[in-house]
Structure formats: C-alpha cells, structure tokens
C-alpha cells in the first residue's frame, strides 16, 4: 500500500492511501475518515478508509489480436500452464495455455492463438495490491487506458464475463456483515451456497442461476482488512453475456459509459435485492404482537424450504412476498432490506461520480427500488399526485388495489354491483320480450292460434308435477314459444285483448 505523509497549510500531516490526493484539513468533513491524536504537538494522523470496487474481475477475449506484441513486452513473463476448466456444458476439461501475470491480471495465450485478459482490475489498478478499497468511476478508465499500453483496445475487448457490485461499511451498532447475508431466506430460481474463507469459516452467501451469481459476504474476513466497520459486499458477477446485451453492453468500451452502468445498477443489482426476500430475526424478536390471522402465516413466511415449494406459482409466491413485506414495515424494528439498497445507492453515487445519478426528485419510484431517493436517505416525492379512488357502490376510498372499482369490504360491495348488473340485464331482456308480445297481440289479433301448455324444453323428473307456463303462438304456419314469466305476461294482455273486443261487440250491438 502506498502511504505519503505531508503537512497541509493548517499545519497537520495529513497520511493518504491509494493515489489519493492530498487536501487541506479543514476539508477532511467531507471524507469518511478516522482520526487519531498522536502524542506530538499540534499534529494529527488522519487513517483513511475508502470502499467499493465497481466492476472486477473481468474476463475479457481480445479480437484481431498479434500476440508478438506481448511477446516483446518484457513486463510480461510468459509460462507454460495446464489448467482445469469448464466447458459450456459443464464438463471439466484441461487446457493448455502460456500464461503471464502482472499486477493482478493473467494474460493468456491458448494453444490455438487465442489471447485473454482474466484477473483483477481493482488490483491492476493498485499495482498488485488488494482491492477492498473504493475503485471509482475514474479509477477505472484509468487501469483501461493502462491496459492500452498492452494493446488492448476497448471496443475490441470482448466481455466473457465480470463482477459488479459494491463493498459497503457497516457503522449501525446492532448489525454486521452476516446480519445482511443471513437474513436473505429465499431467491427465485436460484441454487443457494455457503461461501467460507481459507479457514473453512462461514463468510457469507451466493445464489447460482445459469448466467448469473449473486454473492452477499464478509469481506472484512475474507479480505483480512484491519477496519474498525464491519464491511460486507454485494456483487453480481454475469457468468454469461447474454443477459445484459439488451444493456448494450459487449465489449469493455461498453464498461466506460456512465449511463450503461447507472442502468445496469438500477436495472440488475439494485433490482436483485428488491426480488430477494430478507428476514432479520433481531429486527423482529417477538412475534406475539402479530394479529392472529398473520401468526399462522408467519409460520410459513419464516421458512426458506417453504418459499421453495415447486407447486406454488409465481403469482401466489409474490403475493405472499408482498405481504410478508408489509409485515416486516409494520412490526419490525427496522428493515434490513431497505437499509442494504440505501448503501447501495449511496455507495454507488460515490463511485460513478455523475450528475445524473441518484435521479432528480421528479422521478418516479419505479419497480419498488429506492432509485427516486437522494442520497442521504430521504423519500423524494413524486412529480403527480396520486389521485384517491373510491368505491362505486358505497363511496369509500379504496386504500388497498388502486386499479379495483370497489372497497374490499367483505366483497359486499363487488357481489352488491354484480347482482345489479345482472337484474340490469334481465330487466333490459324482459322489456324487450314484452314490446314484442304486444306488437304481436295490436297488429295480428285473432290471427294466430293461441295454445297454452308447458315448457316443451323442460327436463321431465319423474313424480314432480311440470307447472311451468308455456305460450306457443302460431303465426303465418311457424310456431314462437314463450315460458315463465314471458308466457304469463302474454296471457294476460291477451286476455286483456279479448276482454277489450268483447266489450266493443256488446257495445255495438
């Protein structure tokens, strides 16, 4: 590690870290830092710790590459290895390749002239160094105009795969690292890892789909940093590129956009922490307060082999997720998971050092991420008001699915409107039979035979007697039948009809 000591205008010595630029004291506020009194007048010995590395551990195929350009680097010290890997459908096999490290990174030379770059950037960056300080936006198209001096040019720099995430200090009292990688109980579709040290210790968790591994670890412990933070880190590492093409991201040019990265990170590692499901039983010791119809699911949310049972589908799993989320706002002492993407989006606004990130306050919330919020962890509010929605059959506001039309009081209101709707619809179906029986009996009058009878459609049961009124009308030799309700109305304007006629013939006579 490189250490400069020098004394600033105020008279203090001032100890930096890592090409870090020396400042004036009274501007040390504005930097993460530890300060100690040493037994010299007037003196202070600042100890700087700075965190996160963005992108590591790149694997990167050079296109159109003359490997005599290596060759004649007398940096690079080339030797013949043969090395176990993994073919694309998982099988081991051994390869055979010249390889050089320098700094970090291992540039190799396969058999059938093929040239890669693998290793640590971060590293490569630090001369060789560990990579568990903060390796910012500018650090990075550093080591990439570095790694030109090797001829590796950017858009020619083909990504196989990387690491994306951040290393994140702890300083709450009652946390640590594996309060955060513990309490991740269950992820959709992944296959769930121990991770441990050189000392077979537990340091964290990874979560292994096809192209993606999401790992949650100490790196305090893995690393053995000399901190008085816990740290714990949370990356993403894209086994496969095919995930993240849509990003417009293939080559390590692709790597120097801010806008690509700020996408990636709102995108994918912001997005993977939302979609994980986190309980921290010290946030949440007592679960007597719990009304009673919440205890019995509690029972189920707790249990990760639970969240894992292949008959539930998606839509009932998130729906539980919701709630289970809701849960833990309302009872828990505190929510681990909204505290662990505030690092992260804190963190990461320090590492890719743009104006456009985080947003501005007019941008809307989006997917349940914080990615509207500020960075000192305030809510920002939204550019529009929600509007308030209310029920269309009893008129209270509807709190819970904005996109419902009613209240979900019991399903009163929903079955209330339903049963309207269908009387609504008889109604109509009715009147319009009616207009019809009475043009029938105005414009034909004694003009059709009329037989009453029952319902010929009817299903006969054996011993009921059939009472059901039914009309058939013969008009011009076709035959209209009407039932039920019809038929009664027909018969009693009919009736009505001969009455009126009667009438009129009495009166003429």
Same mark, same amino acid.
């Given at each position: 590690?490189?250490?400069?000591?020098?004394?600033?205008?105020?008279?203090?010595?001032?100890?930096?870290? $890592?090409?870090?630029?020396? !400042?004036?004291?009274?501007?040390?506020?504005?930097?993460?830092?530890?300060?100690?009194?040493?037994?010299?007048?007037?003196?202070?010995?600042?100890?700087?710790?700075?965190?996160?590395?963005?992108?590591?551990?790149?694997?990167?195929?050079?296109?159109?590459?003359?490997?005599?350009? #290596?060759? @004649?680097?007398?940096?690079?010290?080339?030797? !013949?290895?043969?090395?176990?890997?993994?073919?694309?459908?998982?099988?081991?096999?051994?390869?055979?390749?010249?390889?050089?490290?320098?700094?970090?990174?291992?540039?190799?030379?396969?058999? @059938?002239?093929?040239?890669?770059?693998?290793?640590?950037?971060?590293?490569?960056?630090?001369?060789?160094?560990?990579?568990?300080?903060?390796?910012?936006?500018?650090?990075?198209?550093?080591?990439?105009?570095?790694?030109?001096?090797?001829?590796?040019?950017?858009?020619?720099?083909?990504?196989?795969?990387?690491?994306?995430?951040?290393?994140?200090?702890?300083?709450?009292?009652?946390?640590?690292?594996?309060?955060?990688?513990?309490?991740?109980?269950? &992820?959709?579709? *992944?296959?769930?890892?121990?991770?441990?040290?050189?000392?077979?210790?537990?340091?964290?968790?990874?979560?292994?789909?096809?192209?993606?591994?999401?790992?949650?670890?100490?790196?305090? $412990?893995?690393?053995?940093?000399?901190?008085?933070?816990?740290?714990?880190?949370?990356?993403?590492?894209?086994?496969?590129?095919?995930?993240?093409?849509?990003?417009?991201?293939?080559?390590? +040019?692709?790597?120097?956009?801010?806008?690509?990265?700020?996408?990636?990170?709102?995108?994918?590692?912001?997005?993977?922490?939302?979609?994980?499901?986190?309980?921290?039983?010290?946030?949440?010791?007592?679960?007597?307060?719990?009304?009673?119809?919440?205890?019995?699911?509690?029972?189920?949310?707790?249990?990760?082999?639970? #969240?894992? *049972? $292949?008959?539930?589908?998606?839509?009932? &799993?998130?729906?539980?997720?919701?709630?289970?989320?809701?849960?833990?706002?309302?009872?828990?002492?505190?929510? /681990?998971?909204?505290?662990?993407? $505030?690092?992260?989006?804190?963190?990461?606004?320090?590492?890719?050092? @743009?104006?456009?990130?985080?947003?501005?306050?007019?941008?809307?919330?989006?997917?349940?991420?914080?990615?509207?919020?500020?960075?000192?962890?305030?809510?920002?509010?939204?550019?529009?008001?929600?509007? +308030?929605?209310?029920?269309?059959?009893?008129?209270?506001?509807?709190?819970?699915?904005?996109?419902?039309?009613?209240?979900?009081?019991?399903?009163?209101?929903?079955?209330?409107?339903?049963?309207?709707?269908? @009387?609504?619809? &008889?109604?109509?179906?009715?009147?319009?039979?009616?207009?019809? /029986?009475?043009?029938?009996?105005?414009?034909?009058?004694?003009? !059709?035979?009329?037989?009453?009878?029952?319902?010929?459609? &009817?299903?006969?049961?054996?011993?009921?007697?059939?009472? +059901?009124?039914?009309?058939?009308?013969?008009?011009?030799?076709?035959?209209?039948?009407?039932?039920?309700?019809?038929?009664? !109305?027909?018969?009693?304007?009919?009736?009505?009809?001969?009455?009126?006629?009667?009438?009129?013939?009495?009166?003429?006579?």
């Amino acid at each position: 590690m490189i250490q400069n000591n020098a004394r600033s205008k105020s008279g203090y010595v001032c100890r930096t870290f $890592q090409r870090v630029e020396l !400042f004036d004291f009274f501007r040390i506020e504005q930097v993460k830092t530890q300060i100690y009194r040493v037994r010299m007048p007037h003196y202070f010995f600042i100890k700087i710790y700075i965190l996160s590395p963005l992108i590591d551990y790149i694997n990167i195929h050079l296109s159109d590459f003359d490997f005599k350009l #290596w060759q @004649s680097d007398s940096r690079l010290q080339f030797q !013949f290895k043969i090395a176990d890997e993994l073919d694309k459908y998982d099988n081991v096999i051994q390869t055979s390749s010249e390889v050089a490290q320098y700094k970090g990174l291992d540039f190799i030379h396969t058999l @059938s002239g093929q040239c890669f770059v693998k290793g640590s950037i971060h590293r490569f960056f630090n001369n060789g160094g560990n990579n568990s300080n903060r390796f910012t936006f500018s650090n990075f198209i550093e080591a990439v105009e570095e790694l030109e001096d090797f001829g590796v040019i950017p858009d020619k720099a083909i990504l196989r795969s990387f690491e994306f995430g951040l290393n994140l200090s702890i300083s709450e009292k009652k946390l640590t690292a594996k309060s955060f990688y513990n309490s991740i109980i269950y &992820r959709s579709g *992944e296959i769930e890892k121990c991770m441990s040290d050189d000392g077979n210790s537990l340091i964290g968790k990874q979560f292994v789909t096809e192209d993606t591994t999401i790992k949650s670890y100490d790196k305090k $412990q893995q690393a053995k940093l000399e901190s008085t933070n816990e740290i714990v880190r949370y990356e993403l590492r894209f086994r496969r590129m095919r995930l993240i093409k849509r990003f417009g991201i293939t080559s390590l +040019k692709d790597l120097t956009d801010k806008n690509k990265l700020i996408e990636l990170f709102d995108k994918k590692l912001l997005k993977s922490v939302s979609e994980s499901i986190y309980l921290d039983w010290k946030a949440l010791p007592n679960t007597n307060k719990l009304p009673d119809y919440q205890k019995k699911k509690f029972l189920n949310w707790r249990n990760p082999k639970w #969240w894992r *049972e $292949q008959n539930m589908t998606r839509k009932v &799993r998130n729906k539980n997720k919701i709630s289970f989320e809701t849960l833990i706002k309302k009872h828990a002492k505190y929510d /681990i998971k909204e505290i662990l993407k $505030q690092k992260l989006i804190n963190e990461f606004s320090n590492v890719i050092e @743009s104006s456009n990130f985080p947003p501005d306050n007019n941008t809307q919330k989006k997917q349940g991420t914080l990615a509207a919020c500020i960075v000192s962890g305030n809510r920002v509010e939204e550019a529009t008001t929600v509007k +308030k929605k209310y029920c269309l059959t009893c008129g209270k506001e509807i709190k819970g699915n904005k996109k419902s039309k009613y209240c979900n009081d019991q399903r009163k209101c929903r079955d209330k409107a339903y049963n309207q709707k269908v @009387s609504e619809s &008889r109604k109509a179906k009715r009147s319009k039979k009616e207009k019809e /029986i009475l043009h029938l009996i105005k414009d034909l009058g004694n003009e !059709f035979n009329l037989i009453r009878t029952t319902n010929p459609n &009817r299903k006969k049961i054996k011993g009921v007697l059939n009472r +059901k009124t039914s009309i058939i009308a013969t008009i011009g030799g076709k035959k209209k039948y009407y039932h039920g309700a019809d038929a009664r !109305f027909f018969l009693s304007e009919f009736d009505k009809r001969l009455t009126q006629n009667l009438l009129n013939t009495t009166n003429n006579e």
